[in-house]
C-alpha cells in the first residue's frame, strides 16, 4: 500500500438520465435526476482505496451545508481532510447528462473552475501526487516535485504549465493530430522531468510518447456502461497503482485499462454502493440522494 497525495476537485453531481442523446438547439427529454459526491479527484481517491492504497485529498469544498456534508462523506470514507478547505459560497452542482449508451456531457459552474486555495504543499507526506484540477500553481508543483513524482492531468487551458512526471489526456480535450511533436509539447507544459504523455482516445489503442518516441498500446474492449462518467478518472488510478509497483509501461497501461473496464461493467467496484450514509444522521439530510458516495472496501484486495 502507498499513500497518495490527490489533488483534485470533490463536486455535487446532478445527474439527468436523457431519453436520446444530447442535441443542441432541440427539446431534449430526461427521466430520473439523482444527486452523488462526484469530481475528478473524487473518483480517482475512491479507486485508489479500492485498489489498497491511503489516500490524502485536496480539494475546496464551498462552506454550506452541502459542503460540509461532502467533507463529512469524505471523512467516512477514510480519506485523510487535512488538507481540505472551504470557500465562502454556495454549492452550486455539477450538471451531468448522460444519454442512453452512457455517455455523458458535463457542464461544470464557473466557480469551480477558478478557485484556487493556498494549499500547504511543503507539509504534504506522499509517496506520489495526483493533479486533477482545472488550474494550479505551477511553482506549489515543482516543490512537490522535487519530493516525489508527480501524475497529473494535462492542462487544457492555453499557456498554463504544470509540473509533472507523466502527463496524462484525453483525445477529447486535445487534437494531438495538430501537434509536430506530442512529446515536446508536453514537456513544454510539464519540464524536463517528464518521462511520459499517455493519450487515452476510449476504446481505441493509448498512445504513450517518451524521449524515444511513441508507443500504441492495445486495450481491452471498453464494456457496455449506463453511465461513463468517471473512468478516465479511474484510468488514471489504475495507472498509478501500477506505476507505483514499478511495472513496465505497457503492462502499467494494460492494467489501468482493465481497471477502468471493470468500473465500466461495475461501478460498484469503486465508487457506488460502499456503506451508504447514516440515515439516523440528521446532518446527512444534505446528502438526499448522495447514496452513491462510497468505493467498495471488500475490493481492497482485488486482483487483475
Known sequence: MARVFVLGGVNVDRVWRLGAPLHAGRRNIFGAVTRRIGG???????????????????TSLADDRAGRACCRALRD???????????????????????????????????????????????????????????????????????????AQIPVDV?????????IGSSSD??????????????????SSLRHFVLTDGPRP?????????????????????????AGDVFAAGFIDAYLRGDAL????????????????????????????????PRSADLVDMTQVDAARARKTMTF
Open 250 to 281: 505497457e503492462e502499467t497501461i494494460r492494467h489501468a485499462s482493465g481497471v477502468a473496464g471493470l468500473f465500466l461493467s461495475d461501478r460498484t467496484a469503486f465508487i457506488d454502493g460502499r456503506a451508504q450514509r447514516p440515515r439516523s444522521d
Open 77 to 151: 470514507l477514510g480519506f485523510d481532510t487535512s488538507q481540505v478547505v472551504f470557500r465562502r459560497e454556495r454549492t452550486v452542482p455539477t450538471e451531468i447528462f448522460v444519454d442512453p449508451a452512457g455517455e455523458r456531457t458535463i457542464v461544470v459552474p464557473a466557480s469551480i473552475e477558478t478557485r484556487l486555495p493556498n494549499w500547504d504543499l511543503q507539509a504534504i507526506e506522499a509517496d506520489l501526487a495526483y493533479v486533477a484540477l482545472r488550474r494550479t500553481d505551477p511553482s506549489g508543483l515543482a516543490k512537490l516535485l522535487g519530493r516525489m513524482d508527480v501524475v
Open 159 to 167: 499557456g498554463e504549465r504544470r509540473p509533472a512526471t507523466v502527463l
Open 40 to 58: 475528478g479527484g473524487f473518483n480517482t481517491a475512491c479507486a485508489l482505496d479500492a485498489l489498497g492504497h491511503e489516500v490524502v485529498i485536496a
Open 174 to 191: 486535445l487534437n494531438v493530430s495538430s501537434l509536430r511533436d506530442p512529446f515536446d509539447h508536453a514537456r513544454r507544459l510539464a519540464g
Open 206 to 230: 493509448v498512445q504513450v510518447w517518451d524521449a524515444h518516441g511513441r508507443a500504441s498500446i492495445e486495450v481491452t474492449a471498453r464494456p457496455p456502461a449506463s453511465d461513463t462518467t468517471g
